[in-house]
Each structure stands twice: as structure tokens, then as C-alpha cells.
């Protein structure tokens, strides 16, 4: 596992492609067909560049004579460095078959999670952009038409509430260049700052979405250290290459920590010292421990994790739905009770 081999210049696959190269890789080995002619026709038929690329590389790699466990190691800038030596220990021991067919159903599991996650973002994103819309056609349409007739029938004075509805139309329209750049300022604010929790212990204990952040980093770290303990790499070097895909600095450093700890502790203690693992699931890890099925344990903890994230995200989404629908609610009386006091003054 060397970090001093040539690297190939070959971007990043996306989640996507990363799928398809597994999928593809493993339904060729696992039907006993060669190496070569599996990356043939994974150049000829695969309806992504960069995985035609890769594959053409890899091929004339093995023609010249380098096997495939140190070739793929050239392309951990674009497969990434976790998946490369897992495919590369799986060569070695020649498990490549199972391997591919654990990492496919592991990034499967991942994409899976985040197109869910998507879709059930898309309702609490559609009320929002109903409530800027409907705030928009009420101060630019609907506030100074009645406005204009109510002074036109009366010739009195706006109400409070109508008077604030006109100044607020007025300032976006005379300022709506500065509204714009300081909206954007804003967003990006807010960008910076997501990425920021993404990644930072602020993240773990912010409200609602800190056991989202916790056990999507855990769901991938366990799966990890599962497939490759189960390769045969002893467990301090799974733990650290593991920890390279998980994306919390936090919650990195704390299970980084725990490849060190191993030497004088179980792994069922190092775990315990982050306090990301539950009582059971640290009964269940040292139980492996002692009757030697740790690599069952570690896949049986990861599916529990991945069940436990899926119970989060519709927890934290269930949540989100009332507050919106609260705050719209309160929109729509204060728009409700603005219009009714015109009309009643008419």
C-alpha cells in the first residue's frame, strides 16, 4: 500500500461511475472470465470515457507485464485510495470477485442513501420556493394594486400593514441590484457554513441534522472497515484506511485515534473511547472478538448503522416539515388579516 507509485492523471469517477466500474468489473470476474478480457470489454462497451480510460490503461499495464494488484494502485486519485487497496489486497489473496461484489453493494447502499435524502428534501423545497413566490406576488402585484385602488375609492391613508408592503416593494425595486448582492453574499454564507458543520465537531452536536452528520460518516467507516478486515488486512490498517473516506475532521481524528489505541486495548475499547458506538454494538464487537467472527460482527454493525441513519434522516425531515409549514401558515394570516382590514376600510 505504498503512496509513492506513479499516479495516472485521470480525474475523479463520480458516484455514479464508481458504481457502473464495480458492477461491470465484478459480473465479468465472478463469471470466470480473464482480467484482460474483462477490461476489454469494460473499454469497449462502458459508457463512460473515464472508465474507458482506465480500463485502457490497466490493460496495457498487464501487457507489459505488471499484475493487476500494483497497477490499480495507479489510479487511486480517480477510484479513489480506499477502493484501490481493497481491489489490490483482493488480487493478492485472490478474493477480487467478493471484494468487487462488497464495494459495488457498499457505494450502491451510499447512493442510495443520498437519492433519498434528495427526495425527501424536494417537499420541504418546494414549500419554501411556494412561500418566496407567494411573497413576491403579494408585494409586487397584489399589495400596490389594492393599495392604488383603495386610495383611488377613498382618497384615505394606506393601514400599517399596506404602507409596509409599499416601502418594502419600493426598496426591492429601487434596490434591487444591491438586494441581489447581498442575497448572494448571504447564500454563500450559508454554503460556507453547512460544508463547515459538514466537517467540524459543530457539526456532531448541532440540532437535528448532528446525528445525520454522526452516523452517515460511521455508515461509511463501518462499512469500509468490514470489507477490508474481511480481505485479510489486520484491523489497524483497516481502521486507518477506513478513515480516509470519512469526511468529518471530528469524527476522523477520533476513529483515527483508535488504530493506535488497538496495541494495548480491544477493538471493542478503542470504539468505546470515541462514544460514537452504542453499548450493544460494543457487546456485539468484543463478542466477536472472542469466537473470532469479527469480520460477521463488523458487516452485521454496519447494516445496523446504515438502518439507524435511514431512522434519523426521516426523523430530522419530519421535523423540518411542521416548521415550514408553521411559518407559512403564519404568512398566510398575516397576508389574510392585511387584505381583510383593506377591504373592511373600503
Known amino acids: 500500500m505504498s503512496n509513492d507509485i506513479l499516479q495516472y492523471n485521470i480525474s475523479g469517477l463520480s458516484l455514479n461511475e464508481k458504481v457502473d466500474f464495480f458492477s461491470q468489473l465484478h459480473s465479468y470476474l465472478s463469471s470466470s472470465i480473464p482480467i484482460t478480457t474483462a477490461l476489454m470489454n469494460i473499454q469497449k462497451y462502458s459508457n463512460s470515457k473515464k472508465i474507458k480510460l482506465i480500463a485502457k490503461k490497466l490493460l496495457e499495464d498487464l501487457d507489459k507485464g505488471e499484475n493487476f494488484a500494483n497497477s490499480i494502485l495507479k489510479f487511486k486519485h480517480s477510484i479513489g485510495n480506499v477502493y484501490c487497496n481493497l481491489m489490490s489486497i483482493g488480487a493478492q489473496s485472490g478474493e477480487l470477485p467478493r471484494i468487487l461484489q462488497e464495494i459495488h453493494a457498499s457505494l450502491k447502499r451510499h447512493r442510495t442513501m443520498l437519492y433519498n435524502l434528495i427526495k425527501a428534501s424536494v417537499y420541504p423545497a418546494i414549500l419554501i420556493l411556494i412561500l418566496i413566490a407567494s411573497s413576491l406576488l403579494l408585494v409586487f402585484f397584489i399589495s400596490p394594486r389594492m393599495?392604488?385602488?383603495?386610495?383611488?375609492?377613498?382618497?384615505?391613508?394606506?393601514?400599517?400593514?399596506?404602507?409596509?408592503?409599499?416601502?418594502?416593494?419600493?426598496?426591492?425595486?429601487?434596490?434591487?441590484?444591491?438586494?441581489?448582492?447581498?442575497?448572494?453574499?448571504?447564500?454563500?454564507?450559508?454554503?460556507?457554513?453547512?460544508?463547515?458543520?459538514?466537517?467540524?465537531?459543530?457539526?456532531?452536536?448541532?440540532?437535528?441534522?448532528?446525528?445525520?452528520?454522526?452516523?452517515?460518516?460511521?455508515?461509511?467507516?463501518?462499512?469500509?472497515?468490514?470489507?477490508?478486515?474481511?480481505?485479510?488486512?489486520?484491523?489497524?490498517?483497516?481502521?486507518?484506511?477506513?478513515?480516509?473516506?470519512?469526511?468529518?475532521?471530528?469524527?476522523?481524528?477520533?476513529?483515527?485515534?483508535?488504530?493506535?489505541?488497538?496495541?494495548?486495548?480491544?477493538?471493542?475499547?478503542?470504539?468505546?473511547?470515541?462514544?460514537?458506538?452504542?453499548?450493544?454494538?460494543?457487546?456485539?464487537?468484543?463478542?466477536?472478538?472472542?469466537?473470532?467472527?469479527?469480520?460477521?460482527?463488523?458487516?452485521?454493525?454496519?447494516?445496523?448503522?446504515?438502518?439507524?441513519?435511514?431512522?434519523?434522516?426521516?426523523?430530522?425531515?419530519?421535523?423540518?416539515?411542521?416548521?415550514?409549514?408553521?411559518?407559512?401558515?403564519?404568512?398566510?394570516?398575516?397576508?389574510?388579516?392585511?387584505?381583510m382590514n383593506t377591504l373592511f376600510m373600503i
Open 147 to 339: 393599495s392604488a385602488q383603495y386610495q383611488t375609492l377613498t382618497g384615505g391613508e394606506l393601514s400599517q400593514n399596506m404602507n409596509a408592503m409599499e416601502n418594502i416593494a419600493n426598496l426591492l425595486q429601487n434596490n434591487w441590484i444591491s438586494l441581489l448582492i447581498i442575497f448572494n453574499i448571504i447564500l454563500l454564507g450559508i454554503i460556507r457554513f453547512a460544508k463547515y458543520l459538514l466537517k467540524s465537531e459543530l457539526g456532531i452536536v448541532f440540532p437535528v441534522i448532528g446525528r445525520v452528520i454522526k452516523y452517515y460518516n460511521l455508515s461509511i467507516f463501518s462499512k469500509l472497515l468490514a470489507i477490508s478486515y474481511a480481505a485479510g488486512l489486520p484491523i489497524t490498517h483497516g481502521i486507518l484506511l477506513s478513515c480516509e473516506s470519512v469526511q468529518n475532521e471530528y469524527i476522523q481524528k477520533k476513529l483515527f485515534k483508535c488504530s493506535s489505541y488497538i496495541s494495548k486495548h480491544s477493538l471493542s475499547e478503542s470504539f468505546a473511547g470515541t462514544g460514537f458506538f452504542t453499548p450493544q454494538m460494543l457487546s456485539k464487537i468484543q463478542a466477536g472478538e472472542q469466537t473470532g467472527k469479527l469480520d460477521e460482527v463488523l458487516h452485521e454493525i454496519s447494516s445496523e448503522i446504515d438502518e439507524t441513519l435511514e431512522m434519523v434522516l426521516s426523523s430530522a425531515l419530519r421535523l423540518i416539515e411542521p416548521v415550514l409549514m408553521l411559518i407559512i401558515a403564519g404568512m398566510a394570516i398575516l397576508y389574510g388579516t392585511t387584505m
